[in-house]
């Protein structure tokens, strides 16, 4: 605010004033036809640490494990090129880095999501901060504006109600143009509350127009007593152009040429006394080789931060690598029909060029419920981006399955002998491989061709081998999948056609599936989201035993968070309806929003950062019409939901689910 200090004739000015001067604002953009794409920049980011206050307990946090003990000060320097697709998508390139934490580890690496807010877009940062500046967003905040000068007015803002979603600050405006050139807004958000300024002052024309000149973040972390602030200094467009050849270099002679603001002196004091008056030499080994020392307690500590606290991660202009922490609360899940699961996930990409990447995902878990460990591997290979174009091979074990027609059989060979219900006889662990194609013959049609493997096996093998029935089941089942969407505003509807062929592949089953399916999702204002899926799928050609196994309809024990599967399911039912039915139709609905019902309250609403309401319904063989009615919100701590079940009109059950978010995005 001191910028605004000694400005004469400030004078508030009318509704009407102030109408004409936020519709400016709102569209800036569209009336000056500015966009982010296909950008590079040279770019400077300067990170100070101080952690006045700190515990064991900060080591478990993502990325601050070096910072938890030894020195309370750090400073990171890095200097490189940021490449914009457009201003939610970039990646930034570390051609100079110097760093005091030990081992140069990547530390708060959730401040890059801040680096470059979008002022003029529905949210300020990849999803989340509702941004005052965008129309839709107009209905949560109070504005006041004030005429500090001829060409420039001063615009106040602040939120209708305490929600973490909304921020308050001013901003410097252009009155001819609308143009931000100058804005400070605070919140709190994800664990951190910030102080962010920005300045925006380039022209109109300006190819970087959108990009802001300079922003610091100032930010305060606290959690179970620890104490840590920090101050990140962002620089965009700097004039020096390093050659490529330079890649994550540490040497103090380069960055002392290229760095566009000077060091202050408590940066100097931190560097001095960590090289130990080595900062004015050549270079600088941001770490020396360490003498080997028989000392196992350092090595077990390194060794539970990089494997076990920590994300491993590494990336490239060609790809990426990365494999999630062993210990992880957010990995976590639990609902009364699943129960409590806990996963690990992997992932890697390599990009041949624009139009060709490779990209492998592995997820891997454990459902205590059932007892069951899972796996989920995944090649992808995309080849034809324009039409969609990809190949993939999955390989997975699948959910544990039940086969009612091995009961049904037991019960009519040995009726009034044996309660083979309790004998898990009908239930079949399942691995499955899957070699799919997809590609857009049209803009608005795609076709998907699939071969698929099932190899099933008893639980209880011994049972079966008593009984005089099989303990393998295999089968060979090619796949065709055809899509359609009108519109990009129209639902994806798709037709799924497999049949199990006998004999193929020591295949010893066969049926002829179908399945149809219509989903939707919009994305309204306000970072407002409506998801609909209907559909129904029903098996033929039932001369053989068979699995009922269908692909959008089945259990999955291995759930996600609050974006992953949270939508499109029931969660009540019971887990052996999904194999029972010859047939099903299925209407699942939701909404989301991230200022429904508990966050306009002020205290819930600090820390609830959206809330969901569910419908499902199911119809199946045997039984009467199912319900679930849902309500869940998320929190920068849990996901929370609350279901209740009916059959017809009669209410049946209720339940939870719920998800650690903790760090989630850090």
Not at 220 to 247: A, E
Not at 345 to 360: S, T, V
Not at 484 to 500: L, T
Not at 597 to 622: C, D, H, N, W
């Amino acid at each position: 605010m001191g910028m605004l200090f000694g400005m004469p004739n400030i004078v508030i000015c009318d509704e009407h004033d102030e109408n004409i001067l936020l519709e400016k604002v709102f569209d800036y953009i569209d009336t000056y036809k500015l966009e982010l794409t296909d950008t590079t920049a040279n770019t400077y980011h300067k990170l100070v640490i101080t952690t006045p206050r700190r515990n064991f307990t900060l080591m478990c946090v993502p990325t601050l494990f070096h910072v938890a003990s030894g020195e309370r000060e750090f400073i990171m320097e890095s200097y490189g090129k940021i490449r914009f697709n457009t201003i939610k998508e970039y990646n930034m390139e570390r051609q100079i880095y110097v760093s005091t934490v030990p081992h140069r580890s990547s530390t708060m690496s959730i401040l890059r999501s801040y680096s470059v807010p979008d002022v003029y877009g529905v949210s300020m940062f990849h999803g989340h901060v509702l941004s005052p500046f965008h129309r839709s967003n107009r209905i949560y905040y109070r504005y006041t504006i004030s005429e500090v000068s001829e060409d420039s007015w001063l615009v106040t803002f602040k939120p209708r109600s305490n929600n973490t979603q909304l921020i308050s600050g001013f901003a410097l405006v252009e009155h001819a143009t609308g143009r931000i050139t100058y804005t400070r807004f605070k919140g709190e958000y994800d664990m951190l509350r910030f102080d962010i300024v920005t300045n925006f002052d380039r022209p109109v024309n300006d190819p970087l127009a959108l990009m802001p000149k300079e922003c610091v973040i100032n930010t305060t972390f606290k959690f179970l007593g620890n104490v840590m602030c920090s101050t990140l200094t962002n620089v965009y467009g700097c004039q020096h152009t390093l050659p490529d050849s330079i890649k994550s270099s540490a040497n103090m002679r380069e960055l002392n040429a290229v760095r566009p603001i000077p060091l202050d002196s408590t940066d100097i004091c931190i560097y001095d006394r960590f090289f130990s008056n080595r900062i004015k030499t050549d270079t600088i080994a941001v770490e020396e080789p360490e003498k080997k020392k028989n000392n196992i307690g350092k090595i077990a500590w390194n060794l539970l931060e990089d494997n076990m606290l920590s994300s491993i991660r590494a990336e490239n202009e060609n790809g990426y690598f990365r494999i999630s922490p062993l210990i992880n609360p957010q990995y976590i899940s639990y609902s009364n029909s699943r129960g409590l699961a806990y996963k690990l996930a992997a992932g890697a990409e390599y990009k041949f060029n624009e139009k060709r990447k490779l990209r492998f995902n592995a997820r891997v878990g454990y459902n205590f419920k059932i007892e069951q460990f899972y796996f989920h591997n995944n090649l992808h290979f995309d080849f034809n981006p324009k039409r969609n174009g990809w190949l993939e091979i999955e390989v997975s074990n699948g959910n544990r399955i039940a086969n009612s027609s091995v009961l049904d059989v037991l019960n009519e060979q040995h009726r009034d002998t044996i309660d083979f219900s309790s004998l898990e006889l009908h239930y079949f662990n399942d691995n499955r491989y899957q070699i799919s194609c997809n590609i857009a013959a049209t803009d608005q049609f795609e076709l998907m061709p699939a071969l698929v493997y099932h190899h099933r096996s008893a639980v209880n093998k011994a049972g079966m081998v008593a009984t005089g029935q099989p303990t393998v089941y295999d089968g060979f089942a090619p796949s065709l999948t055809l899509k359609y969407q009108p519109s990009i505003s129209w639902p994806m509807f798709s037709v799924n056609y497999e049949r199990c062929l006998s004999g193929v592949l020591a295949s010893n089953m066969e049926y002829e599936r179908w399945e149809i399916d219509a989903s939707l999702r919009r994305r309204y204002s306000s970072l407002k989201r409506f998801n609909a899926r209907v559909g129904g799928g029903f098996y033929t050609n039932q001369s053989t035993t068979y699995f009922v196994d269908f692909i959008n309809f089945h259990e999955d024990y291995l759930p996600g968070g609050w974006d992953d599967d949270w939508t499109g399911e029931c969660q009540l039912l019971n887990s052996q309806w999904y194999n029972a039915s010859k047939y099903y139709f299925r209407t699942n609905i939701s909404y989301d929003s991230p200022l429904l019902i508990m966050t306009r309250l002020p205290l819930a609403g600090r820390i609830i950062e959206a809330e969901r309401l569910y419908f499902s319904y199911v119809q199946l063989e045997k039984t009467r019409p199912y319900f679930e009615l849902g309500y869940g919100f998320t929190t920068r701590f849990i996901s929370l939901g609350f279901f209740a079940s009916f059959l017809n009109d009669q209410f049946q059950k209720f339940g939870t689910k719920f998800t650690f978010e903790l760090f989630r995005k850090w």
